[in-house]
Nanobody, 118 residues
Framework: QVQLVESGGGLVEPGGSLRLSCAAS????????MGWYRQAPGKRLELVAT???????NYTDSVKGRFTISRDNAGNTVWLQMNSLKPEDTAVYYCAAIKATFPPQNYWGRGTQVTVSS
């Protein structure tokens, strides 16, 4: 059973930074894609950033230049460095992992709250 545990969320003022971590139960090298998603109150789940095992990244437009995803393929951790945070970044952030099986297998963490407010 795959477990993903997020940490690093909290309350931060606009313009501040946070670093989210996602620890997997076992090596993340087995996952083709690791990613971060978020859901704000009353809104749909939104892709924030993904990173393939080969290092290719993808970001939603609203976070480009501010957020950076990274992964430790030799270990079990994925990070999301969030800089220049804005109130609209407030959401529950979820870690996700995708195995390249047929059909693909998706795994989710329970989420960590990020609140950007003065």
């Amino acid at each position: 059973q795959v477990q993903l545990v997020e940490s690093g969320g909290g309350l931060v003022e606009p313009g501040g930074s946070l670093r989210l971590s996602c620890a997997a139960s076992g090596s993340i090298a087995r996952f083709a894609v690791m990613g971060w998603y978020r859901q704000a109150p009353g809104k749909r789940l939104e892709l924030v950033a993904t990173m393939t095992s080969g290092g290719s990244t993808n970001y939603t437009d609203s976070v480009k230049g501010r957020f950076t995803i990274s992964r430790d393929n030799a270990g079990n951790t994925v990070w999301l460095q969030m800089n220049s945070l804005k109130p609209e970044d407030t959401a529950v952030y979820y870690c996700a992992a995708i195995k390249a099986t047929f059909p693909p297998q998706n795994y989710w963490g329970r989420g960590t709250q990020v609140t950007v407010s003065s």
